[in-house]
């Protein structure tokens, strides 16, 4: 009723109703924008949790085989024992569910383990984890 009486109404209300249709285009846009970069940093974060898990396979795979043939590792049965534990967190990582509540708390479980591995084998120089006792010196 009012627009029908001032004809100027509408020229006043066009700067609110372009701001209205520039917020909801905006939202629009922000949203498609957010879903894709969601999705990319999904598929780089699981790729990173897939390869470091892949890597602890790959690691396990190779102390058997050196350990096994005479090299350089001794694995006595403390050794295995942890490299049993280590392959059991591997074997029960979800591949097929990325959205296991566990799947964070389970890689956290298979990195302690590796480092304690690590360490245990005496190749902590190689895969660039320091040695606790070295960490606490300072002078």
């Known amino acids: 009723i009012v627009a029908e ?18 917020r909801e285009a905006g939202m629009q846009e922000g949203k498609a924008a957010g879903y894709a970069e969601g999705r990319a940093m999904g ?19 190779q102390w058997h085989t050196a350990g096994e043939h005479g090299g350089r590792l001794k694995l006595n049965p403390r050794v295995l024992r942890h490299m049993a534990l280590l392959e059991d967190l591997v074997r029960s990582f979800p591949w097929s569910d990325a959205q296991d509540p566990n799947l964070h708390q389970l890689v956290e479980a298979m990195r302690g383990r590796f480092k304690t591995l690590v360490t245990m084998l005496g190749l902590g120089d190689a895969y660039g984890i320091a040695h606790a006792a070295d960490e606490s010196l300072s002078f």
């Open 5 to 22: 009486l001032d004809p100027f109404a509408s020229a006043l209300d066009l700067e609110e109703h372009h701001f209205r249709d520039g």
């Open 43 to 61: 598929v780089e974060q699981g790729f990173r949790i897939s390869y470091e898990v892949a890597f602890y396979s790959g690691c396990l795979s």
